[in-house]
């Protein structure tokens, strides 16, 4: 019975590479990050730079080169202003999203140190 069940496999039944892979990828699905993770990731990039992201995601457990390039860049980057938003970044925004609708990246653009995420 077990050859029997060797020899017939579904249509929809999944080799075991495939299987091992479908597994790395939900191994992948973050939460939120938290702040021990946030220092690896700030001492990963000032090691190794903020470039080589899939040789991070080698270093890091459970996330993807583009993970880790995402909440960098739009986290923990020092390039990122945190601090309110000013008059005139107000009135910049505003004036800004009658021009170009809701592209918030195309807004930011024109700002420093703020990227559409912040704008948003």
């Known amino acids: 019975s077990a050859n029997i069940a060797k020899r017939v496999q579904p249509e929809h039944a999944v080799s ?3 299987a091992s892979n479908l597994n790395r990828e939900e191994s992948k699905k973050r939460r939120a990050w938290n ?3 946030n220092e690896l990731l700030i001492q990963l ?3 190794h730079g903020a470039r080589n992201w899939p040789r991070l995601a080698e270093l890091f ?3 993807s080169a583009a993970q880790l390039r ?4 739009h986290t923990l980057s020092d390039d990122l202003c ?3 938003f000013t008059a005139d970044e ?3 925004i505003l004036r800004m999203r009658l021009r170009v609708g809701n592209s918030w990246s195309r807004i930011a653009a024109g700002m420093e140190h703020r ?3 912040r704008v948003k």
């Open 16 to 18: 075991r590479n495939a």
């Open 35 to 37: 702040a021990a993770e």
């Open 45 to 47: 990039v000032q090691a």
């Open 61 to 63: 457990q459970n996330c």
């Open 70 to 73: 995402a909440h960098w860049f």
């Open 82 to 84: 945190a601090r309110p």
């Open 90 to 92: 107000d009135a910049y």
């Open 115 to 117: 990227n559409g995420n």
